[in-house]
């Protein structure tokens, strides 16, 4: 496997089930992301980790929870979600140094549709 | 004021021509600037960086103004497969914002 693998890549769920994400990087990167991605919005960043803490929460419900056990995986875990949560959901890696650039390597995401 | 805005097109151009657009920031502190390629229901991926010097990468053209805030990428000889949302990126630490995107739709 290379690059940045996520699943599932559909998933739906009623608003009283809980369910998780999981994401994972080949890449030996240090940080890695979630973002929710609703139809015809911009990326909107959820948060971060860097060298396994949590280093973002871009006040996120808390019906969204966020696991990063190791620099490899990420999960992000749902429970009693809203329809209006439906979205593209992206994980990203990358590798956060000196050089500021920071560019980032996304997985194919999970679609998500609540009902 | 959103942090990073672009005109969402959609750029229709036939083949070969050459399509450009911009995409403007707000924060002055930002430090490194891309443009992401993404294709209808797929991840966004790395298209190029954004160089202050400005920089090529084939048909791609891109440059930086830092004084007035924008970057713009310039797409020569258009092809079928360059038809795409084309989405600026800042970044600002280890935090990217990402324009809604410039959709551009190369036909034959």
């Known amino acids: 496997e290379t690059g940045v693998t996520q699943t599932p890549r559909h998933l739906v769920m009623g608003m009283t089930n809980k369910k998780s994400l999981k994401c994972e990087q080949h890449l030996g990167h240090n940080a890695m992301y979630w973002y929710k991605q609703s139809a015809k919005k911009p990326l909107e960043l959820m948060f971060v980790y860097s060298l396994e803490e949590r280093v973002e929460n871009n006040s996120v419900p808390s019906r969204f929870s966020p696991e990063c056990p190791n620099s490899s995986h990420l999960f992000l875990h749902l429970h009693t979600l809203q329809p209006e949560d439906s979205a593209l959901y992206l994980c990203a890696s990358s590798q956060e140094g000196t050089s500021g650039t920071y560019e980032q390597y996304f997985g194919p995401g999970t679609r998500l549709t609540v009902t | 004021r959103k942090e990073v805005e672009q005109d969402p097109g959609p750029f229709n151009v036939p083949e070969g021509a050459t399509v450009a657009f911009n995409c403007t920031y707000s924060?002055?502190?930002?430090?490194?600037f891309f443009w992401y390629r993404q294709d209808c229901r797929k991840e966004p991926k790395l298209l190029m960086s954004v160089y202050s010097s400005g920089n090529e990468d084939g048909r791609f053209t891109a440059q930086l103004n830092r004084a007035s805030q924008y970057i713009s990428l310039l797409i020569r000889d258009s092809k079928l497969s360059d038809s795409a949302t084309y989405l600026c990126?800042?970044?600002?630490?280890?935090?990217?914002?990402f324009g809604a995107g410039t959709t551009v739709t190369v036909r034959a």
């Open positions: 924060n002055s502190a930002s430090q490194s």
């Open positions: 990126v800042v970044t600002r630490s280890y935090k990217l914002s």
